[in-house]
Each structure stands twice: as structure tokens, then as C-alpha cells.
């Protein structure tokens, strides 16, 4: 219902800010030791995805824009997706890591088609 949206939007927002918040100390967690001063940010990126990977037992959807210099297309969201089962990955041609700003209309109908799915 539209006059919940801006209630809706909060507690998502919540919950992502949470989630996120988690996922970047698990990640760091890996990430780091498995780069053990190589600087091989590729190996260590794969181990990390890998083991996080191992964690997703619920439904999950991808969403990842292919300029995002941040977290590189290319070796992220196709690994990504391969690697947590059953996943749905959606690809923004020319978006940059701010999806949520970017393409909020877009992203918004995609999480909605997804959670309805």
C-alpha cells in the first residue's frame, strides 16, 4: 500500500544496513588471511566468495551493475552467482555500484518480482 511504503522502505533499509554490516566483518574476516600479503586480490576474493557461498541457504538475488569499479563486474557477479545455489543474478548494463540510487524504480520492481517469486 502506497502510504506504507515509506515505513516498508525503512525497515528493508534496516535490514540491509544490518545485513551488510555483518557481511563486510565475515568478509573482511576471510578476505584478508587469505590474501596473507600476496596481494593476489583475486585468489583471495574467489576463497572468500567460496566460503561465504557455503553460508546461503536462502533464496538470493544478485543485482550488480557492469560499471561498477568498486566490486568489478566481471569478477564479481558472474562467480558470485555460480557459486550460491539456486541464486538469480540481474544484470544492470552501464550502472555503477549505487544501484539503490541509480535505478531505485528498477531495482525496486526486480526485489519486488523476486520476493513474489
Known amino acids: 500500500m502506497p502510504e506504507h511504503a515509506a515505513s516498508a522502505s525503512g525497515l528493508l533499509n534496516t535490514a540491509q544496513e544490518g545485513g551488510a554490516a555483518i557481511g563486510v566483518a565475515i568478509a573482511g ?6 590474501l596473507g600479503g600476496t596481494g593476489d586480490y583475486a585468489h583471495a576474493l574467489d576463497t572468500t566468495l567460496i566460503l561465504l ?14 560499471a561498477d569499479l568498486g566490486a568489478p563486474y566481471a569478477l564479481c557477479a558472474p562467480r558470485t552467482h555460480e557459486l550460491v545455489k ?24 526486480d526485489l519486488l518480482a523476486f520476493a513474489k517469486s
Do not use: K, M
Request: net charge negative.
Open 86 to 109: 539456486d541464486s538469480e543474478l540481474i544484470t544492470y548494463e552501464g550502472a555503477a555500484h549505487g544501484l539503490f540510487a541509480t535505478h531505485a524504480d528498477r531495482l525496486s520492481q
Open 53 to 66: 557461498a557455503a553460508f546461503c541457504a536462502v533464496a538470493t538475488l544478485i543485482t550488480h551493475g557492469t
Open 29 to 34: 574476516t576471510l578476505f584478508f588471511p587469505a
